[in-house]
C-alpha cells in the first residue's frame, strides 16, 4: 500500500504528506515516535522465528546439475559409424 502510495505521489509530480489512521497530518518527528512505539518486535519472537525457519526451510536445496547427470540413466554405448 505504501509503494502505490509512493508512486501515485512520484506519477503527480506531489509530495507523500503523512497521516495518522483518522486522516490528521503529521510531522516527520510525529511519525517516527509512533512506529518506534508501536511497531515493536520483541528479541525472543525474532529468536523463535528463526529457530523455526532453520528448522523448517521453505524449500529444499537444488542439487547441481551434475549430479542429476550421474543419477540418470547411461547413455547407449557409442558405435563408430552411427550419427
Known sequence: MLITRLAVCWRSDTFCELRE???NE??????????????????????????RRRAHPL????????EEEWRSAPSPPYEPGTP
Do not use: F, H
Open 26 to 51: 503529521i510531522t516527520d518527528a510525529e511519525g517516527l515516535q509512533i512506529c518506534t512505539s508501536r511497531y515493536k518486535v520483541d528479541k525472543t519472537a525474532m529468536v523463535n522465528v528463526r529457530a
Open 21 to 23: 489512521n483518522d486522516a
Open 59 to 66: 524449500k529444499t536445496p537444488t542439487t547441481s546439475w551434475r
